[in-house]
């Protein structure tokens, strides 16, 4: 497996994503980085009264650090994303039955999603933790637009119940944000910031 290679030229880490995602895999190849992706186990239980954003931001680190334990020499990357809508936060649907329900509550409403993204340096213990916010203004819809999307593309394991990627794109009125790529779940931008403090070459 080929590391990551940095600017000094001579020190070389494994990139590893701290995730069981196919959508952050397919996002992080874009930077066209080797890596592995390796399944965290984390407890993922909120803390009693923890915001949407601390709840993100510590997921994430928990994560890395979950993949830390048996990777001393690593840059670890964890990411974690919850939907806000009218100020509750929505989970996975799981199911087509709360799919609907989550969609037509978002339905002609603005819903935020924050991603809390963590590059851990395994061996130095360095590590950037960031909570990149992007919402999307749902269009009006229909129980037959719902029913209709949703047979078409089962988006039972993504928060808000939609891929955005795919064609929930056709739900929104617009997108307000600076990284469209939070949306899905990984956001590079920041990303290459945190890579290159830690001397990795992106471009």
């Known amino acids: 497996m080929k590391s990551a ?80 809508l009218d100020g509750e936060t929505l989970g996975k649907p799981g199911n087509h039955d709360n799919a609907v329900k989550q969609l037509a509550n978002a339905s002609g409403k603005r819903v935020e999603f924050l991603t809390g993204l963590c590059l851990l340096n395994s061996a130095t213990r360095r590590m950037q933790v960031d909570v990149i916010p992007f919402a999307v203004v749902f269009r009006v819809l229909s129980a037959a637009q719902i029913e ?12 808000g119940s939609f891929k955005s990627e795919g064609l929930g794109i056709a739900l929104f009125d617009k997108l307000e944000g600076e990284d469209p790529t939070a949306l899905i779940g990984l956001p590079l931008i920041s990303l290459v910031r945190m890579l290159e403090h830690e001397g990795v070459r992106v471009i």
């Open 148 to 159: 209709n999307y949703l047979r078409h593309e089962q988006p039972y394991n993504c928060a």
């Open 5 to 84: 290679e940095h600017n000094n030229g001579h020190k070389r880490q494994q990139l590893i994503l701290a995730s069981s995602s196919p959508y952050r895999k397919e996002l992080l190849h874009r930077l066209g980085l080797p890596f592995n992706a390796i399944p965290p186990q984390a407890d993922e239980t909120p803390l009693p009264g923890e915001s949407p954003e601390s709840l993100v931001a510590r997921l994430a680190g928990a994560k890395a650090h979950a993949i830390a334990q048996q990777h001393t020499d690593a840059l670890i990357i964890g990411s974690d994303q919850v939907a806000v």
